[in-house]
């Protein structure tokens, strides 16, 4: 392979992973002013999440684009492959990252000023707090090729899952006690499993990291903890 075409090849590798990344630091943005909106009553942040999400879909669709036609004009092997299809599933995770932080958005503009039980709010900023933890860490395992980091965050998830439960059985605590806290509380419950399925995408990077380093797919379950269904049967509901 010729000197230029290795230049030209690392170009378009490098482009591939500056949208990444610039992908990733607007999602981490949504993320963290969604939940921010939610928990102060905050409507113009939440627009302005909103507002950020067409930005995400074209760096998602540029990605895609840009790495198929990589894969055509260059027809890499091995793990230049790899780089490129890793690219194509993690920007898909991003995106989609950003699609449950802006529903985020949206149901804070549904709550408004309703009252919101001070526990639960706090409870979803702490689990909102361990899931950016995952994702600016995931990210960075990405931008590093660093199989450990991405293992580490991979590990992490199961207590995401467990501190849904818990928020979970709160929130179904409140709606039972009075029916009039049924609404706001199901939009805290779709604010809570919108996070916890963040969680489930930075776990989804962390397995495409370890297979762009090493070529294989992780053999072993990633860690659940995910209780909900049980106390939801238990609770008849």
Request: some cysteine; glycine content about 4%.
């Given at each position: 392979?010729?000197?230029h075409?290795?230049?030209?090849?690392?170009?378009?590798?490098?482009?591939?992973?500056?949208?990444?990344?610039?992908m990733?630091?607007?999602?981490?943005?949504?993320?963290?002013?969604?939940v921010?909106?939610?928990?102060?009553?905050?409507?113009?942040?939440?627009?302005?999440?909103?507002?950020?999400?067409?930005?995400?879909?074209?760096?998602?669709?540029?990605?895609?684009?840009?790495?198929?036609?990589?894969?055509?004009?260059?027809?890499?092997?091995?793990?230049?492959?790899?780089?490129?299809?890793?690219?194509?599933?993690?920007?898909?995770?991003?995106?989609?990252?950003?699609d449950?932080?802006?529903n985020?958005?949206?149901?804070?503009?549904?709550?408004?000023?309703?009252?919101?039980?001070?526990k639960?709010?706090?409870?979803?900023?702490?689990?909102?707090?361990?899931?950016?933890?995952?994702?600016?860490?995931?990210?960075?395992?990405?931008?590093?090729?660093?199989?450990?980091?991405?293992?580490?965050?991979?590990?992490?998830?199961?207590?995401?899952?467990?501190?849904?439960?818990?928020?979970?059985?709160?929130?179904?605590?409140?709606?039972?006690?009075?029916?009039?806290?049924?609404s706001?509380?199901?939009?805290?419950?779709?604010?809570?499993?919108?996070?916890?399925?963040?969680?489930?995408?930075?776990?989804?990077?962390?397995?495409?990291?370890?297979?762009?380093?090493?070529?294989?797919?992780?053999?072993?379950?990633?860690?659940?903890?995910?209780?909900?269904?049980?106390?939801?049967?238990?609770?008849?509901?």
């Amino acid at each position: 392979m010729s000197e230029h075409i290795v230049r030209s090849y690392d170009a378009d590798l490098q482009g591939l992973r500056q949208r990444i990344a610039e992908m990733g630091g607007i999602a981490e943005k949504m993320l963290v002013d969604s939940v921010a909106a939610l928990a102060r009553h905050d409507k113009p942040l939440a627009q302005t999440v909103i507002a950020s999400d067409p930005r995400l879909d074209v760096l998602h669709r540029e990605v895609e684009e840009n790495a198929i036609l990589t894969i055509a004009r260059r027809q890499p092997l091995a793990i230049d492959l790899r780089e490129t299809i890793s690219a194509i599933r993690i920007a898909g995770d991003v995106e989609r990252i950003g699609d449950l932080a802006k529903n985020i958005a949206k149901r804070a503009l549904a709550i408004g000023d309703d009252f919101q039980p001070h526990k639960i709010v706090v409870g979803l900023r702490h689990m909102n707090d361990l899931v950016m933890a995952q994702l600016k860490d995931v990210l960075d395992a990405y931008a590093q090729k660093d199989t450990a980091k991405a293992l580490d965050v991979w590990k992490r998830d199961g207590a995401i899952d467990a501190l849904y439960t818990s928020l979970f059985r709160e929130l179904l605590t409140y709606m039972m006690e009075d029916p009039r806290n049924i609404s706001f509380c199901t939009h805290l419950l779709f604010c809570a499993k919108n996070i916890e399925r963040i969680g489930d995408h930075t776990t989804n990077i962390a397995e495409t990291v370890h297979y762009l380093v090493t070529g294989e797919t992780l053999a072993i379950d990633r860690p659940k903890n995910d209780r909900s269904i049980d106390t939801s049967v238990e609770a008849g509901v």
